[in-house]
């Protein structure tokens, strides 16, 4: 229909160019959230490593670190995406998160 099309796209512009108000940031958070979900990180590196939530304009928020031989189950929402990096701030992957449960393994 093209009548909801052109409602879509008016409302994702809106989000983007008005992104500095609080109503319209929780619009954008909650359509880019999935099912309440959980990834299990498992460092089987011989080195910590460290996971970040990265949002939707691409900055990184730390979760902690995990030492080597140990794992971290950690809460999320389907659709989050998580960068994993070794000490030296080198990327060891990414990784989106499902509308279920997920292990991922270093």
Do not use: C
């Not at 619009?27 to 309440?36: E, F, P, Q, Y």
């Not at 949002?55 to 971290?72: F, L, P, V, W």
């Amino acid at each position: 229909d093209a009548d909801a099309k052109s409602l879509t796209e008016i409302e994702k512009t809106s989000v983007a160019t008005n992104s500095s108000q609080p109503e319209m940031r929780e619009r954008r958070t909650r359509a880019a959230s999935g099912a309440d979900s959980s990834i299990t990180f498992e460092n089987r590196s011989k080195g910590d490593i460290e996971i970040f939530w990265i949002s939707d304009d691409g900055t990184k928020q730390s979760y902690g670190k995990i030492e080597a031989g140990q794992s971290r189950d950690q809460h999320t929402f389907g659709g989050h995406r998580w960068q994993i990096v070794n000490v030296k701030g080198e990327s060891l992957g990414e990784v989106t998160a499902g509308d279920s449960h997920l292990n991922y393994v270093v």
